[in-house]
């Protein structure tokens, strides 16, 4: 508070007064332990935001655990009304000292003597963009054709991309600055724009797309616009954050290990890993080139099927001539789910996944669902990692030679870890990876895998890094496999679970045979239809495609 009197606050009783006041200097000091104190304990009470409604004293003491304290600020006027005895509304606006204003609207309510925040509502100041979100953005960046099968489609593009004019940013200051400007843009871009799509902007990635996370350590971590206090998942957590959030429809995004399909399972979103190598990685800065492939985000599968059906097809694209010829065929109406995945994933993640497969069964026609092995997950994962580190550091380990505590600490880790593969090494990964392919390209000839996408919901920013470093590991058990095989792969929001943050998204993976990518959305719409329709649909035609 000012020390001058704030307009409104003779109207204040001194108590309310005096608990309002210590609240904004928590707020300030970021002091957790008071502003614990200051909201009502119990499930009942409320805090909301831009972000979204945290709902209990729990999730609010843990999404404030996040978030760190707010930039500098004054009260410059305060609404008080009594809305009963021992019940009082105050609205606040707060004026920043680096410009603009914001409002607090509070539900204060006094028992036993004090006064505690039983409901909250937080209206931000207007930003001109989130820069943990974006690096550089416009409306549009860059225009589209004016007509097209895209037209209205505005796309977050991961910051591994190039853009004629623009440098390539791979998530590190440093790098951002060291770069050259692209002379041209990467096909994977093109074929959107010719579609009729616009670029909203450019937006962050974890460092050298080595993550899958989502957090960055020199911008930020971008929200989790289905969970706030969550990580977004990575590493293409910028356009995740974009299109979760509403600031684009499309999120052109990269997957070597899950990147692509963590995300889209963090945040609800649905999330394509398209087959390797259909769409040309010309113009991608690499990761990891022998498991490195394009994908897409998007809040709903019509506009997936929009943008598969347009980026794959002849027509629609410049870049994948390559297209194996039966990305328009049907699959067959037969999924497969992999036991091993079943005893990797959080009990509550089973749980639902278990009961989406009851509901699928309830229907009449439903697809015959089989439970296979596949093999212990970390014999793919554990080559895998092998193989990637090798390639990674290939890749980027004359630029951290030359840059020396240039990245942040977990990565950083990473590439040590990378540095120490030996030729022997990579060698004999690459030796097991090929019976691993070779089994998965079997299992998929004539059915679809079926999985949930990782094993739980989102974690808490607030998680150390041994316990994220643990979901790491047990995430990419469940993601690598499709990697391995070079296979499509969809993450579908369909299942949901309890989180300390509330209920969470997490996503239904469905993997196909190579270049089925557009018959595999397909699917993926047909079991989400099956699910809205509830068990009394009329039985779905095999091979057909969703209404």
Known sequence: ?????????????????AAFTAYEAALAADDLDHLDAAFAPGAGTLRGDAAGLLVGHDAISAFRSTRGGVPPRVIERVEHRELAPDVALLVSVSRYASGGTGLQTQVWERADGTWRITAAHVTPRAQAFDRSVWRTVGDPLYQGAWEGPLVGLNVAVKDVFALAGYRIGAGNPAFLESARPETSTAPAVSDLLRGGASLRGIARTDEFAYSI????????????????????????????????????????????????RVPASYQGLWGLRTTHDLVPRQGMLPLAQSFDTVGWLTRDGDTLQRVADWCLSYDGSQSTESVLGESGDDLPWRLVVPVEVLDEVEPATRAAFETFLAALAAHPGAPSVERVPIGPLDDYLDPFRTVQGAEAWRNDGPWLREHPGAVGSAVAQRFRTAAAVTAQDEAAARKALAPLAAR???????????????????????????????????TLRLTTP???????????????????????????????????????VRLGRRLAGLLAAGPDAAAPVPGGSPA
């Not at 929200?223 to 052109?252: D, F, I, K, R």
């Not at 070079?486 to 993976?509: E, I």
């Open 213 to 260: 996370a989502g957090d960055n350590a020199h911008y930020g971590t971008p929200p989790n616009g289905a969970l706030p206090g969550a990580l977004p998942g990575g590493s293409s957590s910028g356009p995740a954050a974009a299109v979760a959030t509403g600031q684009a429809e499309v999120g052109l995004a990269t997957d070597t290990a899950g990147s692509v």
């Open 1 to 17: 508070m000012t020390a001058a009197p704030v307009p409104g606050t003779e109207e204040v009783p001194a108590d309310l007064l």
């Open 482 to 520: 499709a990697a391995v095989a070079g296979l499509p792969a969809l993450s579908v929001p369909l299942l949901t679970v309890p989180s300390l943050l509330g209920p969470a998204p997490v996503g239904v993976c469905a993997v196909s045979r190579r270049g089925t990518d557009i018959a595999l």
């Open 440 to 474: 998965l390209d079997a299992l998929v000839a004539d059915a679809v895998l079926l999985l949930p996408t990782v094993p739980g919901p989102a974690p808490m920013r607030t998680r150390d890094a041994d316990a994220l470093d643990a979901v790491r590991a047990a």
